[in-house]
């Protein structure tokens, strides 16, 4: 356990739904990421948090992605009217501060669109 | 062309082998790190490296900054040690890490 969680663990939803992913970082840590990773592929950036700022944004975050973490604690990842290609495991993890520091990784969430 | 590529894709080996695995880059990064997946998802740093080498128990991992190109050796290889091990970068630009497409390493008794 590496002090990061992630809600629900596994997700099944039909085309079309809307999904929200949750992530509690470890509770010092300033930086929160959050990932997406196909079978037998490394993770793919997404986007990430200093605070409560969204510092970054990857192409592959289209406008039906979106993430907020309002008080600088937890994070949620939504994913609106969801496609059979969003299915993936999403991987949140957390830093203290610096692009360089150590990233925990949470347990992921496990999506599958039917 | 990814920016980080790894190999070999998958390894085999015996209990007791030295194992290595290799990664190169090919952007300007301001960290390299490596880090261990089990089956089921979990993802664990195993080490984050700028320059030099690294040893943590039978693991050691080394980067040499002018050529981009980081290696991961394990030594007396168990069969604990079997999961997709990951290179990842972190770009000077960039906060964000990319990552390899992962080793996976079978390691038979």
């Known amino acids: 356990d590496t002090g990061v969680s992630q809600n629900p663990r596994h997700k099944i939803t039909k085309r079309g739904q809307n999904v929200t992913f949750r992530c509690d970082p470890i509770?010092?840590?300033?930086?929160l990421y959050w990932y997406r990773q196909t079978l037998g592929q490394g993770p793919e950036f997404l986007t990430y948090?200093?605070?409560?700022?969204?510092?970054?944004k990857s192409r592959l975050l289209s406008d039906r992605f979106s993430a907020e973490r309002p008080k600088g604690s937890f994070s949620t990842l939504e994913i609106q009217r969801t496609e059979q290609g969003d299915s993936a495991m999403y991987l949140c993890?957390?830093?203290?501060?610096?692009?360089?520091?150590?990233?925990?990784f949470g347990p992921g969430t496990r999506l599958t669109v039917l | 062309k990814n920016e980080v590529e790894q190999s070999p894709q998958n390894l085999t080996a015996q209990e007791g082998e030295f194992i290595t695995i290799n990664c190169s880059y090919s952007?300007?990064?301001?960290?390299l790190h490596w880090l261990q997946q089990h089956p089921g998802g979990g993802i664990v740093s195993l080490f984050m490296?700028?320059?030099g080498k690294k040893k943590h128990g039978r693991l050691i991992a080394t980067i040499n900054i002018q050529e981009k190109h980081s290696s991961l050796h394990i030594t007396a290889s168990h069969p604990r040690d079997s999961a997709v091990y990951i290179c990842?970068?972190?770009?000077?630009?960039?906060?964000?890490?990319?990552f390899g497409k992962g080793t996976k390493l079978s390691v038979k008794p």
């Open positions: 948090f200093q605070n409560e700022a969204q510092l970054e």
């Open positions: 993890a957390s830093s203290q501060g610096l692009a360089t520091d150590t990233q925990y």
């Open positions: 990842a970068v972190v770009m000077r630009s960039q906060g964000n890490l990319i």
């Open positions: 509770s010092e840590h300033n930086r």
């Open positions: 490296l700028s320059s």
């Open positions: 952007v300007g990064i301001s960290a």
